[in-house]
């Protein structure tokens, strides 16, 4: 029963956590916004409250609100690994279909700034080679997926210490 619980609620918290990633990344695009550091720290709010939140809720209402670290990181990963569904599944829509050439426009910044940089045409020529390689809208999803996993998954090492709760009830007497 608990199990079950736990996954609809992931499922439920994954949900919103993807679909949030989803606005902010459409409303970063529609802004030209380009700033990377501050959109991967806004991503990186959203999701840690996501969490927070999803967890919080699971625990509150489905564990009479007490939660050890371990089941307080389990929900957390599942919540983050339906959410990097949901995100990956946008990320090849976005690169198929909305935008097309968004490779290219990234291939194209990058040649820009290793020009900046003083690179040589030979190591340009390289970087843009394996940038291609890796480029495919497949491995993007993938690496989107992963990304965020592994991303969250650190995250969630710290965000679980936070929402545990133990269940002192049990306890016997404390000494002074």
């Given at each position: 029963m608990q199990q079950n619980a736990l996954l609809k609620n992931s499922m439920l918290y994954g949900a919103y956590l993807g679909l949030s990633l989803i606005l902010v990344?459409?409303?970063?695009?529609?802004?030209?916004f380009e700033n990377g550091i501050v959109s991967m720290l806004v991503n990186y709010a959203v999701l840690i409250v996501w969490v927070?939140?999803?967890t919080i809720s699971f625990r509150d209402n489905k564990l009479n609100g007490f939660l050890s670290y371990g089941k307080a990181y389990t929900s957390g990963i599942l919540i983050i690994i339906f959410g990097a569904f949901?995100?990956?599944?946008?990320?090849y829509f976005f690169v198929t279909?909305?935008?097309p050439d968004f490779m290219n426009k990234v291939i194209e910044k990058m040649t820009e700034d290793l020009q900046e940089q003083g690179k040589s045409v030979e190591e340009i020529d390289m970087a843009v080679s394996w940038t291609k390689k890796f480029s495919t809208p497949l491995m993007l999803t993938f690496m989107t997926?992963?990304?965020q996993v592994f991303w969250g998954a650190l995250l969630n090492l710290i965000v679980a210490i936070f929402l545990k709760k133990k269940d002192n009830r049990t306890a016997g007497p404390t000494e002074l």
């Open positions: 990344s459409v409303l970063f695009y529609s802004l030209s927070a939140v999803g949901i995100t990956s599944i946008y990320m279909v909305i935008e997926f992963i990304g």
